[in-house]
């Protein structure tokens, strides 16, 4: 075999082998979006979102709770 004719055989395989790996991803990306449609989570409310705000004894326990590990934790 000349090297012009492995050249062209090479890309013809390279070729045809991104082509196989975008047909996969492609029809990959469509089921994925198919799936979400029908399962997909449904939107969240005001009422069902986790709580943003902290009390002031979480926020005491996690202060003494960084002192306590800086504490232990500090080279001196």
């Given amino acids: 075999m000349t ?3 492995l050249l062209s055989e090479g890309l ?3 070729l045809t ?3 196989m790996v975008f047909v996969f991803l492609s029809i ?4 994925t979006s198919l799936l979400y449609r029908f399962f997909g989570e449904e ?3 005001d009422k069902s979102r986790a709580r943003t ?3 002031d ?6 202060s003494a709770a960084v002192y306590a590990y800086r504490k232990k ?3 001196k």
């Avoid at 004894?57 to 996690?62: P, R, S, T, V």
């Fill in 28 to 31: 990959l990306v469509f089921f």
């Fill in 43 to 45: 939107p969240t409310t």
């Fill in 3 to 5: 090297e012009s004719s």
């Fill in 57 to 62: 004894d979480e926020i005491a326990a996690a």
């Fill in 73 to 75: 934790h500090s080279k």
């Fill in 53 to 55: 705000e902290s009390s």
């Fill in 17 to 19: 082998g991104m082509g």
């Fill in 12 to 14: 013809i395989l390279m």
